[in-house]
T-cell receptor, first 113, second 112 residues
Framework: NAGVTQTPKFQVLKTGQSMTLQCAQDMNHNSMYWYRQDPGMGLRLIYYSASEGTTDKGEVPNGYNVSRLNKREFSLRLESAAPSQTSVYFC????????????FGEGSRLTVL | DAKTTQPPSMDCAEGRAANLPCNHSTISGNEYVYWYRQIHSQGPQYIIHGLKNNETNEMASLIITEDRKSSTLILPHATLRDTAVYYCIVRVAGAAGNKLTFGGGTRVLVKP
């Protein structure tokens, strides 16, 4: 059982380049999330999707777009990468029950030069 | 969601119980207390959650005070693999897709 799978695990970009982080879950969860974690800091929510076809902004959505492709997949796109977006990105998923725990992927480490 | 306060770091001896405190004095009646941990730079891992009763599972125990303004996560027999950052989070269960707001957490170092 793979759980939550993120690709790529590592990426280096130049300022202004674009890229998409991919996330897939095989637990049939309705909700999916994208977080970022800067060095020495806690996680901050970028976007989330409570169900297929819906997306909502989190704490730090500027500079990002998301797409809930289907129930399994939730992608995060950086249209014009900036050095401030250098971070570790985590995808998570959960059931849509009141106390559903979040399951996290292993993270994608992005460096923007 | 109510704000939580945790000590930034603490040490614990291997084999002893680790007691991690969390203050959430502005918690509302319908808000749950959740604990997650993050080992090194892996994705966070769910530990336990509770509303007002004490809870126990195979990983830990959660003790919530009667006024619900604080709680303690107990790792009964800490091992070196329990070295991690532990996050205490308070939120309304089921609100807007179960999203969680992480604070700074407590960095726990288990020493031999």
């Amino acid at each position: 059982n793979a759980g939550v799978t993120q690709t790529p695990k590592f990426q280096v970009l130049k300022t202004g380049q674009s890229m998409t982080l991919q996330c897939a879950q095989d637990m049939n969860h309705n909700s999916m999330y994208w977080y970022r974690q800067d060095p020495g800091m806690g996680l901050r929510l970028i976007y989330y999707s409570a169900s297929e076809g819906t997306t909502d902004k989190g704490e730090v959505p500027n500079g990002y777009n998301v797409s809930r492709l289907n129930k399994r997949e939730f992608s995060l796109r950086l249209e014009s990468a900036a050095p401030s977006q250098t971070s570790v990105y985590f995808c998570a998923s959960s059931e849509n029950v009141p106390t559903g725990e979040l399951f996290f992927g292993e993270g994608s480490r992005l460096t923007v030069l | 969601d109510a704000k939580t306060t945790q000590p930034p770091s603490m040490d614990c001896a291997e084999g002893r119980a680790a007691n991690l405190p969390c203050n959430h004095s502005t918690i509302s009646g319908n808000e749950y207390v959740y604990w997650y941990r993050q080992i090194h730079s892996q994705g966070p891992q769910y530990i336990i959650h509770g509303l007002k009763n004490n809870e126990t599972n195979e990983m830990a125990s959660l003790i919530i005070t009667e006024d619900r303004k604080s709680s303690t996560l107990i790792l009964p027999h800490a091992t070196l693999r329990d070295t991690a950052v532990y996050y205490c989070i308070v939120r309304v269960a089921g609100a807007a897709g179960n999203k969680l707001t992480f604070g700074g957490g407590t960095r726990v170092l288990v020493k031999p």
